[in-house]
DNA sequence: AAGAATTGTGATTCACAATTCACATTTTAC
DNA sequence: GTAAAATGTGAATTGTGAATCACAATTCTT
């Protein structure tokens, strides 16, 4: 019994998709063709029909989850123009999106990023500093507008943005989902926001 | 040629260094019983005489990198008394901890602790939150003195401690090692103290 | 110094996963 | 409709790395 004939741009796709859910559910390590394949519904063979290496594939996940942070601040943009609302906001979406997918942390930090294919760090490091920049594009106009201090340094702000998501998805990861995210969002934003804002605010709770 | 005979206690120490240096190396993937064996002196299957399989090698690497954590917190409190100096003092040396060793990040973050013996990932959320309370601890003395503000919960401040030293150590391993630490310790720390601290202090620089 | 326990060695087995290839089937182009 | 291109299949190849085992050399005990 043979698979449908679908064109190669979908099964790209398809495939993309299926790595990065396999990686949700078994980490990078847990990536094999042969996976992939199952989830797709075709033979591993045919696999490289549609990516030439199995390298290829990681460098496709990595293109998706660039892809993904990107809409995410696009999404964040569109929804309001207050600059500390938007880091709010994105930082709810990129914490509830790092629940629904591990795969995410597990790439960044995977070895296949570091001691894999060479220029694979290279696109890691382009992913995160262009996220970094566009969270400094929104502290930048916070900062035009009165609402940011100026004696942080626009980096410097923007890494401790990440400051409050990534111990937040490691320990959720760890403690084995225990972590209580809604709570650490509560709690955690104020004090950043008390550690960049010109000045407490009454209105952004 | 054979290699000089060794009382266990003393191989499994130098296997589980040569463990943490081969995966500071190659990662964790690139952590073979072979390479462990080379790096000794052995051949691959002396090393069963001290180590029942590679997971318990792993294992043993969890615990040198606990033992390190938490040698550190009993340096820094050893050398001064005062909470937020604690803290500081902590930061960098946790970061410099960092710049030598990326096994730490990469064990707590590989595949082999997520997807591999179970229970290994409770091993590392011991470890994590071991650490956590002792910076909790701190925190909580800062309280007591006075230096630290009320308002945040310990957790959270401790949480967020750990969002200083996380980003900077991906930065600094995606970068290639470009990232600049020294910076990031001097301006990400007094914004972290004025989201803690009581109120702005002028000596703490 | 003899026997037991410990530690080291080399060959080998086993499982697993990526990749290739010759061939089959379907789709597309003309 | 027919040839060519695209896609899918199963078998075979290859490489890798963990683990086992029988045997050798060393150290310890007494």
Known sequence: MSAPKIQTRQRQEQITQAALDLIND??????????????????PSALYRHFSSKDAVL????DLIGQRLQDNVAHVRQKTPVPLQQLKLL???HTAMLSENRAIPHMVFSDAV???????????AQI??????????????????????????????????LGLIMPAAILWNVSGEN???ATHIKTAWPAYERSIAAQTPKEAL
């Open 26 to 43: 078994s980490g990078v390590t847990g990536l094999s063709i042969a996976g992939i394949a199952r989830r797709v519904g075709i033979v």
């Open 59 to 62: 460098d496709a996940v990595l």
């Open 91 to 93: 930082f709810t979406r």
């Open 114 to 124: 570091y001691y894999g294919q060479p220029g694979r760090r290279a696109r890691v």
């Open 128 to 161: 995160i500093f262009t996220y970094l920049k566009e969270i400094e594009t929104i502290i930048a106009s916070g900062r035009q507008d009165g609402s940011i201090r100026m004696d942080v340094a626009t980096a410097t702000a923007a890494v401790m943005f």
């Open 179 to 181: 972590f209580d995210m």
